[in-house]
DNA sequence: GGTATTGTTTGATGCGTATCGTACCAGTAT
DNA sequence: ATACTGGTACGATACGCATCAAACAATACC
């Protein structure tokens, strides 16, 4: 696979990194719980911290989830006391990939199934 | 990672299998080799053969990508006297996930930076 | 200070898979 | 039949990564 990630880092006073680029990207997004996250962020207008995402997973797997979504570009993060708060780059990934991320979230018919 | 697939194989009279659910799809895309054959399927409006994908990897393991892409309802290929052709299901795939297929592909700009 | 609360990091483990070479099989042509 | 061509199947190898537990760090609160 390979794709070698992490260019720039430039967290410098919270300029989130550039999107990645499609593969990497892709990778980011298919794992089924990364996904979960994904959408869990895109069906909240405000953001979501650490321990209220709804995901069975241990909290050192969620960190390492949502450090994954943060180098491919996918979400950022902003801290705020002691928890760290959690959301979706929308503007960014729909201006490098129209199109994408809507493809990627729940139908109107499956979102009434899973309610 | 686990997503069991291959669930119906109902490959009779060349009926092809659903598009698969989206993460197994997801998964099936997050690879440049793959995302290379998909979108020189997409680029082409004629079915292509095995041996003109202008792909570098040996031909076993172009079978391999290959098999990846027909089961997770990506691909679909007939047989053809010695030959094999594969394409892309494209009116599936769109049907089952408007938008996603298009938002992978180059963009005008990509195209002409390629050539 | 001491104690929660929230996340991250590190190490270990096990599974998945991309890759190759080789062998194999089905058509086609000689 | 023989040989060639296009593709698949199998075994081996190496690497990636999802997962967890435990240890650590940082902030808040008593």
């Known amino acids: 696979m390979t794709i070698t990630a992490a260019l720039d880092h430039s967290d410098v006073d919270g300029a989130a990194p550039p999107v990645a680029e499609i593969t990497h990207l892709l990778q980011a997004l298919a794992d089924p719980?990364?996904?979960?996250?994904?959408?869990?962020?895109?069906?909240?207008?405000?953001?979501?911290?650490?321990?209220?995402?709804?995901?069975?997973?241990?909290?050192?797997?969620?960190?390492?989830?949502?450090?994954?979504?943060?180098e491919a570009g996918v979400i950022e993060q902003r801290?705020?006391?002691?928890?760290?708060?959690?959301?979706?780059?929308?503007?960014?990934?729909?201006?490098?990939?129209?199109?994408?991320i809507q493809s990627l979230l729940p139908t109107p018919a499956e979102a009434v199934a899973a309610s």
Chains 1, 2 share one sequence.
């Not at 909240?44 to 994954?68: A, Y």
């Not at 928890?83 to 994408?100: A, F, I, N, Q, V």
């Open 33 to 70: 719980v990364r996904l979960e996250l994904l959408r869990a962020l895109a069906g909240s207008d405000h953001p979501i911290s650490c321990g209220n995402f709804q995901v069975q997973v241990t909290k050192s797997t969620l960190s390492h989830h949502l450090r994954v979504l943060r």
């Open 79 to 100: 801290c705020d006391g002691t928890r760290k708060l959690t959301s979706l780059r929308r503007r960014d990934l729909d201006e490098r990939y129209p199109g994408l």
